[in-house]
């Protein structure tokens, strides 16, 4: 005898993801570039949280040229929506994963001889080339062969049977607030990239700029790719970003309803540690979310929320189920009602941007930080 609900039961906290919104984006994003420029389509951790499977679909329906996801687990998932999209791997591979190159068709970021030695012996394993792309140090201090000794890593790979040079790229450190070193970083690909010998690049990807980076991207040159991740879920990269003009707008939205409402004497102490006592006589909401959900403990006293259109504030300390806020200057707040956490609701809103300050973090952890508790649900009507 089954004790199952019949019907499920409702969503208590769900994120709304737009997937005609991200179509668009990737559109608008093309339309902003130069026409000879691909579009590698980054959807490393789950495609920030947004999901994997759905993004990647949309996206290859937009016409994505190329996939960069952080490592082999996420490549395979990747793989099962196809054989022949090209997908890089962003991430240095341990050893016991090489063997998956070559069954999952992927392509590696190359830093180091010893890499270049690995793959090329997997490929040999395997008997088929194994695609890589070699990537730069030029400047960002994580992966990649430090520039002046790409010329010869370069020469390694080609003189490496089984592998083939599919791309050679660099990361920018501070694309958002310093143009003087992102040029000069621009500046040592480009110089590496010219004592690479026999370096046909125009039949490799050339890429360099992510979101940030597309802000100061020139308008020709040797780049023939972009990587864009944040900038196609319709978030910007920092609040003055020039790539406002594109006019992409959010994917993604965070929700909440309220499952409880109540009076309270001015005074009382609201949750953990009785962190806010109440100025005033209050009527207060207890909504069906918390930090087990990704809001963050951090936006305890700070954080907002719509309800009914207005912003109501966070009181006292966020819990793991449960939010407090104050709805004292809102009429009419009822269980059941729905509270949005980032979004719109009316002529409100409250961005990605906003809440991650609250928290002070950044957009990228926020998407990040939504937990497995909380359902996406898929929005896929085409329309405006
Ligand atoms: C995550 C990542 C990107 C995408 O960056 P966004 O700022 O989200 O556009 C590009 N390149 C590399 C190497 C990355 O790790």
Not at 291 to 310: C, E, H, K, T, W
Request: net charge neutral; charged share 20%.
């Amino acid at each position: 005898m089954t004790t199952l609900p019949r019907k499920p039961p409702p969503h208590r906290c769900w994120a709304e993801i737009d997937l005609a919104a991200l179509e668009r984006n990737l559109r608008l994003i093309r339309a902003s570039l130069p026409a000879h420029i691909r579009y590698v389509a980054v959807v490393k951790a789950d495609a920030y949280g947004h999901g994997l499977h759905q993004t990647a679909a949309r996206l290859m329906h937009a016409g994505a040229d190329l996939f960069a996801v952080a490592n082999v687990t996420e490549a395979a998932a990747l793989r099962e929506l196809g054989p022949g999209w090209p997908i890089l791997i962003l991430s240095p591979l341990l050893p016991e994963e090489d063997s998956y190159l070559a069954e999952y068709d992927l392509a590696a970021t190359v830093s180091c001889l010893d890499e270049v030695r690995r793959f090329d012996a997997a490929g040999r394993a395997a008997g088929r080339p194994i695609a890589v792309h070699m990537k730069i140090d030029t400047g960002m201090g994580r992966l990649g062969v430090w520039h002046p000794e790409a010329p010869a890593l370069c020469q390694e790979i080609m003189n490496s049977p089984h592998l083939k040079l599919a791309g050679v790229f660099t990361h920018f450190a501070s694309p958002d607030d310093d143009p003087n070193f992102t040029a000069e970083q621009r500046h040592r690909f480009l110089a590496a990239l010219a004592r690479c010998p026999g370096l046909d690049q125009k039949s490799i990807f050339v890429h360099a700029d992510n979101s940030s980076g597309l802000e100061s991207m020139p308008g020709a040159g040797l780049f023939n790719a972009v990587r864009v991740g944040l900038l196609q879920f319709g978030i910007l990269p920092h609040p003055n970003s020039m790539l406002a003009q594109v006019r992409t707008e959010p994917v993604f939205s965070f929700h909440t309803r309220v499952g409880l409402v109540k009076d309270l004497p001015a005074g009382t102490g609201i949750s953990y540690g009785r962190t806010h006592l109440l100025r005033r006589d209050s009527r207060v909401a207890v909504l069906c979310a918390g930090y087990g959900d990704g809001l963050p403990r951090a936006a305890s006293n700070r954080g907002q929320v719509l309800i009914r259109g207005r912003r109501c504030p966070i009181l006292g300390r966020v819990t793991m189920d449960q939010t407090v806020v104050d709805v004292s200057d809102v009429p009419g707040v009822a269980c059941g009602d729905e509270a949005v956490l980032v979004g719109r609701q009316m002529d409100n809103e409250i961005s990605i941007a906003e809440f991650s300050r609250w928290a002070d973090t950044i957009p990228w952890e926020t998407l990040c930080s939504v937990t497995k508790r909380v359902p996406r649900i898929y929005r896929t009507a085409l329309g405006v």
